[in-house]
């Protein structure tokens, strides 16, 4: 079972950058798809925010195409998000997850980050 331990959530102001890192333990070699996913203040969903597939390419959410870069390590051990320019609307919780495509996704507890005007 794999599991994942988020990093690196903080405040902020607006333009500035930070790097979250994941965490993860367990059998990964069945992953098929890494993503970071945000919640933000007061919703219920959770949206995807980038992907790394095991084969394919990378996705990113439109609002944070050219500013966000999604990134693992080839041993599968970490995954990392790299954030730029940051803005008040990416405040909210980060949540790194594990896909296999046939169970549930795995979702990490989660790093919040709060994005100041």
């Known amino acids: 079972q794999v599991q994942l331990v988020e990093s690196g959530g903080d405040v902020v102001q607006a333009g500035g950058s930070l790097r979250f890192s994941c965490v993860v333990s367990?059998?990964?070699?069945?992953?098929?798809?890494w993503a970071w996913y945000l919640q933000s203040p007061g919703e219920d969903d959770r949206e995807l925010v980038a992907s790394v597939p095991s084969a394919g390419s990378i996705r990113y959410a439109d609002s944070v195409k050219g500013r966000f870069a999604i990134s693992r390590d080839n041993e599968k051990t970490a995954l990392y998000l790299q954030m730029n320019a940051l803005t008040p609307e990416d405040s909210g919780i980060y949540y790194c997850?594990?896909?296999?495509?046939?169970?549930?996704?795995?979702w990490g507890p989660g790093t919040r980050v709060t994005v100041s005007s």
């Open positions: 997850v594990a896909d296999d495509r046939i169970g549930p996704k795995i």
């Open positions: 367990g059998s990964s070699s069945g992953v098929k798809t």
